[in-house]
């Protein structure tokens, strides 16, 4: 029976170490992108697996990957410029709401100055703290903007003519878009999830079938990764 329902059977142990070890890599944008929000150690951990010959010579980028990559990179860069800025405010503001409330219960002024001490002493450690990493793990954004350190190392580990994917037909990718509208109507995956918050839903539709076609292709296992795990050993 399985050979007819065989999407309701997993995969033994050394099948999935087979495909692991041995099947091509497709990675998903997102993973190309979390890239400018790890900090800096992880971000070259990710980055110094993926040169890994062993690694390397299995990694495919499907087209609508590559393209939702280059779309998103400058935002998420300029967004991720923001992090620290954002988060040191957040603090501030939360600080100044206790101190606002040290203030007005506590009447006596000696007891009220020892009750704020503390909170300066915070206020100063905290900037300081979100400033040094912020400098540390944040990649600059006037840097990206001359000379993106992490699409240059993408540009490297992808410079096989044959390690992306063709951009499809135009008549195929319209055939496929409006195919994804109507997943979307009925739920179906993957993608139709995107069609409620994301101006292009039709992006992870689009990726799911060019790795149909390139399994279909190939011959070979394909593994496709869209999460990254930053606990790399």
């Not at 609508?64 to 503001?93: C, H, I, P, T």
């Not at 992808?158 to 979307?184: C, H, M, W």
Request: net charge negative; aromatic share 8%; glycine share 4%.
């Amino acid at each position: 029976m399985q050979h007819a329902f065989p999407e309701w059977y997993s995969f033994d142990t050394d099948t999935i170490q087979k495909i692991v070890t041995e099947g091509t890599i497709a990675l998903d944008a997102n993973i190309l992108l979390h890239l400018y929000r790890l900090g800096e150690h992880q971000r070259k951990e990710v980055l110094a697996v993926l040169t890994k010959d062993e690694v390397r010579s299995r990694l495919w980028l499907p087209y609508q990957v590559g393209l939702e990559y280059q779309r998103n990179r400058d935002k998420v860069a300029y967004d991720q410029s923001k992090v620290y800025d954002a988060l040191d405010a957040a603090v501030q503001g939360l600080l100044n709401t206790a101190e606002e409330k040290i203030k007005a219960a506590i009447r006596d002024a000696n007891v009220r100055e020892e009750a704020l001490e503390p909170l300066a002493a915070a206020r100063e450690a905290v900037q300081q703290r979100l400033k040094e990493l912020g400098a540390r793990h944040v990649i600059d954004y006037s840097a990206i903007q001359r000379h993106d350190p992490v699409r240059v190392a993408l540009d490297a580990i992808f410079s096989d003519a044959n390690q992306v994917g063709t951009k499809p037909e135009q008549q195929t990718l319209n055939e496929r878009i409006a195919e994804s509208k109507k997943r979307y109507i009925d739920e179906v995956p993957p993608g139709y999830l995107d069609s409620k918050d994301k101006d292009r839903p039709e992006g992870d539709y689009l990726i799911w079938c060019e790795l149909l076609d390139f399994a279909a292709d190939s011959g070979r296992a394909l593994l496709f990764v869209t999460t990254l795990s930053v606990n790399l050993v």
